[in-house]
């Protein structure tokens, strides 16, 4: 039987290069749903797929737990997206981590098309390419539009596709219907009380 994960299937898919950031920040359902990090067997397959696994090389526990504290550090730059809070020195410092160690490569295709790409084999190193596609998707106004759900218990990254660049929910019949009606029963019982 094969396992299926919410993120093989995202109904509002980041273009390009992003997609990989929403990838790896939708590689969990919070609150406490399937995390395809928590194991290294349903792990690897991914890390491959998504260019984060050198051929030849195998992840080790260490491994998934940067991956996942850099999943959590890109998450709350995407809540700022969002209209959060700026994320702390904390999560700065996680991909601070990557960006101080990995380097990156220039390739020149045959049209002449300059490329950048992680130069090293190793998890950290790979991680750079994430931060180049941000850094491309903050060049092309592509970056805000990448949002983590305003349902703090979900937190799923989606792209924001909305004219006015306002979309706050994943999903709004699932989220943001949620919310509305939690915040309409708060606003009742306490119009209630009073
Ligand atoms: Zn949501």
Not at 170 to 191: I, P, T, W, Y
């Given at each position: 039987m094969t396992t299926t994960w919410a993120g093989d299937a995202e109904t509002k898919p980041a273009p390009g290069p992003l997609a990989r950031i929403q990838a790896l920040v939708n590689t969990v359902e919070l609150p406490a749903g399937p995390d395809r990090l928590a194991d290294l067997g349903d792990a690897e397959p991914w890390l491959a797929a998504n260019g984060l696994l050198a051929p030849g090389h195998t992840p080790t526990r260490a491994d998934l737990e940067l991956l996942c504290r850099v999943r959590e550090a890109l998450r709350a730059l995407l809540i700022h997206n969002s209209g959060g809070p700026p994320p702390h020195s904390g999560q700065l410092d996680v991909l601070r981590a990557v960006t101080d160690t990995a380097t990156a490569k220039v390739d020149l295709a045959a049209d002449g098309t300059v490329g950048l790409s992680a130069s090293g084999d190793s998890l950290r190193e790979r991680l750079l390419e994430l931060l180049l596609a941000m850094r491309d998707a903050q060049r092309d106004g592509t970056w805000a539009r990448l949002k983590a759900c305003a349902n703090e218990e979900c937190s799923w990254a989606f792209y924001d596709r909305s004219r006015n660049h306002g979309g706050t929910?994943?999903?709004?019949?699932?989220?943001?219907?949620?919310?509305?009606?939690?915040?309409?029963?708060?606003?009742?019982?306490?119009?209630?009380?009073?």
């Open positions: 929910w994943c999903v709004m019949s699932e989220c943001g219907n949620k919310l509305k009606n939690r915040e309409f029963r708060a606003r009742r019982r306490a119009g209630g009380a009073s």
